[in-house]
């Protein structure tokens, strides 16, 4: 089994246990699914063995790369707790600069970059109030890159767990409208990451609404040495428009 197959029963498993927990619950849970498209760029520095490369990639050449995307947020809650899953796929080829140190110098050279990056997350949320929660997140990453640099290819996967903990502030500021900000600070596998989010969404009924936000991800990983080296540090940001639907 793959890991994008992995993945994706690793996120059916949760939901449905987020399922089973809200249908046998009180009457006071709500339930909100998700699809959204996430507009992101990437900013970031890539390491494979002795090859060093930076990656700039904009809305446009994400959209324009991308294979296969299943960017999807489930959330149940009661007046006490929250439990929310999310899992978002971000990918695109690009030519890159890239730095080969060899054991003399370092050489500036050009190639193709190849990168796919999958987030699974699942977070607890214990609510102060209606508006004010603490949170507490476990994020997977699993990430392929490869990079062509004069016909020779160098490529890893990794994968990796992040614990999070954060605040989530969500308010109604006018009839049908509220506005959510989120922010989080987390390690583990990465050596420093962090996560924000701000929204502002409209009801059209109790069932539907919509929402647009700025998402920003920052993860900062390193591991191994020599031809086993990778290193991954990166800030994913950018727009999203939201369809959700509550129960």
């Not at 987020?18 to 520095?45: R, Y």
């Not at 600070?185 to 701000?198: E, H, L, P, Q, R």
């Not at 020599?226 to 999203?240: E, R």
Request: with cysteine; aromatic share 16%.
């Amino acid at each position: 089994m793959n890991k994008t197959i992995q993945l994706l029963f690793l996120f059916t498993v949760l939901f449905s246990l987020i399922n089973i927990s809200a249908t046998k619950a009180q009457t006071d849970w709500e339930f909100d699914a998700s699809l959204f498209m996430w507009f992101s760029a990437i900013d970031a520095t890539v390491g494979i063995a002795n090859e060093e490369a930076q990656l700039e990639a904009t809305p446009s050449d994400i959209l324009a790369n991308i294979e296969f995307a299943f960017p999807v947020h489930f959330e149940v809650r009661n007046p006490d707790v929250s439990l929310i899953a999310d899992i978002m796929y971000l990918g695109v080829g690009q030519d890159v600069d890239v730095q080969v140190t060899t054991p003399r110098n370092t050489i500036a050279n050009t190639g193709e970059m190849d990168f796919d990056l999958w987030v699974v997350e699942g977070a607890f949320g214990y609510r102060f109030s209606k508006q004010f929660e603490m949170l507490f997140s476990l994020r997977y990453y699993d990430i392929q890159v490869s990079m062509l640099v004069d016909e020779n290819t160098t490529s890893q996967n990794q994968d990796w767990y992040d614990g999070y903990i954060g605040a989530r502030y969500k308010t109604d500021f006018a009839k049908d409208w509220y506005t959510t900000i989120r922010g989080e600070i987390g390690t583990g596998g990465s050596n420093f990451a962090w996560y924000g989010n701000a929204e502002v969404g409209y009801r059209f009924s109790q069932l539907f609404s919509m929402s647009a936000a700025y998402r920003a991800l920052s993860v900062d990983y390193e591991t191994g040495s020599g031809i086993n080296y990778f290193k991954f540090d990166a800030l994913c940001h950018g727009f999203t428009i939201a369809a959700i639907f509550s129960l």
